[in-house]
């Protein structure tokens, strides 16, 4: 496989785009601050980066026939390299490929994958400098979100290398007749597993779904989203030097409309991150082949304050619930409920705090969030606040995009009066957009809450943590956090991940995001007398032994444990 070689930088964009970043941003609604450790070398320490993760050393893409995809950063605003666009018969060849790989995997003793996953962690750690560099670059995120996502990544290898075994390990369980039947469950893996993989967290989205599926002993195609090819090379790339086969993990580039079928037409089950509408799509197409599928997708996650939130705690909470990665985040918080005692408040607080985040568009620690990934999504998040404004919400902070700080950066932004004739009352903006709504206690809350057909994540703020808990468990959605936005649940990584009704089926972490990558195989040896009536044996005798003996077997508990 051949890496496209990257392209030479363009300084003088990218010089005017970081002394952009360091001018003080804000407005009347927004007066965040704009970070000021960005530099003019931005570009330089990407492809230095690039270089230190080994993703140009021309091991890593086949060349494609169908032309080449520009890689934009969103930070710098210049080109990062070209990746191929590639074609369908490209994915399978890459299939082929990785079958061939996997044949050999799945008989590596289980300590062997292990070995690979803890030295992949050991690595990520060892280049962590470069790694949120390519982040950064690529997806224009916070160095704190991307550091965020770095920890995540290597936290999930190092789970899976510990767990795996255990997770894994062949069962005995209750046979047909005790003593006579030895019966075993064992979890076989399905062979080559394609991920489609978002924008939007580029790293641990590819990373920590592969490294389930890997440790279960599959092949893996990665079709990354084109906008952010360059980080799940990377990961190819780490992957290879921590000892694995170069083609137990492929990577396929180019578009989802245009590789999306083929992959799925050849792989053995699919893992999908994505939007709700083409998550609906892919899963009937595997459903077709009758293949696993896993996926997580979208949703318009609720957050409440409860009468006795202590405010300070809750407003810091809340912005980073409604903020990190400039609200482009699954488990992002876009509604929130609060009590109408607590409002007046709550609501100056949490304004105060969210024009006060520091929006920038460079490499460092000095901003709080960074910019949206594309002009497009730019224009989706401006299109949605403007759809509320004209038909008579209130801004109470933000609601206006930052060119003086990056031509994708938008304000922070809280809304009040939204209502359901407008765009963002129920549609998943996927920005840097909350709705505050003032309710008058918690069954107002838990029902306008589950008043969605999204069910992802949920955040619940309260002085009293019993009541917090039982509230949340009336909340219809995968994770519900209390005092907490979302970390707390997705950092819980035995713990299952994952969505209820348009927001997804299956379920990443935990044991069940590795045992979903294998199908599980009972074999049954039985010993001495056969279970049927033997040959010449009078068969209403036989029933009538067989009849006591299951009549007799209600009153064992035991046997059934």
């Known amino acids: 496989m051949t890496t496209p070689p990257v392209q030479p930088p363009t300084p003088a964009s990218a010089r005017s785009r970081t002394t952009e970043a360091t001018l003080p941003g804000g407005s009347a609604k927004h007066r965040g601050r704009a970070a000021a450790d960005g530099g003019p070398d931005d570009d330089v320490r990407g492809r230095a980066a690039l270089r230190a993760l080994g993703v140009d050393d021309g091991a890593t893409l086949s060349e494609g026939s169908g032309g080449a995809i520009d890689v934009v950063s969103p930070l710098t605003g210049s080109l990062i390299g070209r990746v191929p666009?590639?074609?369908?018969d490209d994915v399978a060849r890459a299939v082929r490929r990785s079958r061939t790989a996997q044949s050999r995997w799945r008989r590596a003793p289980m300590?062997?994958?292990?070995?690979?996953?803890?030295?992949?962690h050991d690595l990520i750690w060892r280049l962590r400098a470069p790694l949120l560099d390519l982040v950064q670059w690529e997806s224009g995120k916070a160095r704190t979100h991307a550091f965020e996502e770095l920890a995540d990544t290597a936290i999930t290898a190092r789970y899976y290398a510990r767990t795996g075994a255990r997770h894994l390990a062949a069962e005995r369980r209750r046979g047909a007749v005790p003593g006579l039947t030895r019966t075993t469950v064992h979890h076989r893996p399905l062979g080559v597993v394609g991920i489609i993989s978002p924008w939007n967290y580029p790293l641990t989205l590819a990373a920590s779904d592969a490294v389930a599926a890997l440790m279960a002993g599959n092949a893996v195609v990665l079709k990354p989203d084109s906008a952010t090819p360059?980080?799940?090379l990377a990961v190819h790339s780490l992957l290879r030097r921590a000892g694995a086969d170069p083609d137990l993990l492929q990577v396929v580039t180019g578009p989802g409309a245009a590789l999306g079928e083929s992959l799925i037409d050849a792989v053995d089950a699919l893992m999908f991150t994505g939007s709700s509408a083409t998550g609906s799509a892919v899963a009937s197409r595997a459903g077709a082949r009758l293949i696993p599928v896993s996926a997580e997708l979208g949703g318009k996650n609720p957050?409440?304050?409860?009468?006795?939130?202590?405010?300070?705690?809750?407003?810091?909470?809340?912005v980073g619930a409604c903020f990190s990665n400039a609200g482009q985040l699954c488990v992002s918080i876009e509604r929130v409920y609060v009590h109408e005692a607590v409002w007046d408040r709550f609501v100056p607080a949490f304004v105060r705090a969210t024009r006060a985040l520091r929006v920038g568009a460079a490499m460092g620690w000095g901003a709080d969030m960074g910019p949206l990934i594309s002009p497009e999504h730019l224009a989706k998040v401006a299109a949605h606040v403007s759809d509320a404004v004209a038909k008579g919400a209130t801004v109470l902070t933000g609601g206006r995009a930052l060119p003086e700080l990056s031509p994708t950066a938008y304000a922070p932004t809280l809304l009040t009066g939204v209502t359901e004739d407008m765009d963002l009352h129920a549609a998943e903006t996927f920005g840097p957009v909350a709705c505050?709504?003032?309710?008058?206690?918690?069954?107002?809350?838990?029902?306008?809450?589950?008043?969605?057909?999204?069910?992802?994540?949920?955040?619940?703020?309260t002085a009293?943590?019993?009541?917090?808990a039982e509230l949340a468990g009336r909340i219809r959605a995968g994770t519900v956090n209390v005092n907490e936005g979302y970390a707390a649940a997705w950092g819980s990584t035995a713990a299952p991940m994952g969505g209820m009704g348009a927001s997804g089926l299956g379920r990443r972490h935990g044991v069940e995001g590795i045992v979903k990558y294998?199908?599980?195989q009972t074999v049954a040896v039985q010993h001495l007398a056969p279970l049927h009536a033997p040959p010449g044996a009078d068969g209403e005798r036989w029933a009538s032994g067989m009849a006591a003996w299951l009549r007799l077997a209600r009153h064992l508990p035991r046997l059934d444990r």
């Open 464 to 468: 009293d943590r019993h009541a917090g």
């Open 518 to 520: 294998t199908q599980s």
């Open 230 to 232: 360059f980080t799940a």
């Open 111 to 120: 300590r062997r994958r292990a070995r690979v996953l803890l030295a992949l």
């Open 303 to 318: 957050l409440i304050v409860r009468a006795d939130a202590p405010v300070a705690r809750t407003v810091r909470g809340a």
């Open 436 to 461: 505050l709504y003032r309710v008058s206690g918690d069954e107002e809350a838990v029902r306008l809450a589950n008043a969605s057909p999204y069910g992802l994540n949920a955040s619940v703020w």
């Open 85 to 88: 666009r590639l074609e369908a």
